[in-house]
């Protein structure tokens, strides 16, 4: 496993929901809608720093009766209720995840500032957002090759 680690704020990081369409050429990150990460990065004057797993989307894998069982019914009304994913899914025994490596990549920091420290406003946190989305795009375009994700796109949703 390849990564670099740095010292950072104790910042919660935006989720990745399991991909839920495995014959999808693309892989999505859910963070349209997820501003507080960047809020609390604004109040407390911390860097974001763009980061991207490569590998963890293809830990389990979905069968299409378990992809239809996952976008209907039950666990998607549970999803969209309360926001948490509880797919069908099947590893390499079952329950457990298959062999596969695991990258982790790091973005250089975003120093984000607000024009009243500690008091972002709503149009300071969606320039924040968009800036780190881009990034995390570039950072993704940058390395998807070198990982084996070449013929795959990053959706951010």
């Not at 999505?28 to 960047?38: D, E, I, M, P, S």
């Not at 830990?59 to 976008?71: E, F, M, T």
Request: aromatic share 10%; net charge positive; glycine share 8%.
């Amino acid at each position: 496993m390849r990564a670099t680690w740095l010292r950072l704020p104790p910042l919660s990081l935006p989720r990745q929901t399991p991909r839920l369409d495995p014959s999808a050429p693309s892989v999505q990150v859910y963070l349209a809608k997820r501003l507080g990460f960047v809020k609390l990065a604004l109040q407390h004057s911390a860097a974001l720093v763009p980061c991207y797993a490569f590998g963890v989307v293809d830990l389990y894998g979905i069968s299409p009766a378990q992809h239809r069982s996952n976008s209907q019914g039950a666990r998607w009304a549970l999803s969209k209720k309360y926001g948490v994913a509880v797919p069908s899914y099947s590893g390499k025994f079952g329950f457990l995840p298959r062999r596969v490596p695991n990258d982790l990549v790091l973005g250089d920091p975003l120093e984000l500032e607000c024009v009243k420290p500690g008091e972002p406003t709503d149009a300071e946190v969606q320039a924040a957002h968009a800036a780190y989305i881009a990034a995390l795009r570039a950072l993704f375009d940058a390395h998807k090759a070198e990982f084996g994700y070449g013929d795959r796109q990053l959706v951010v949703g």
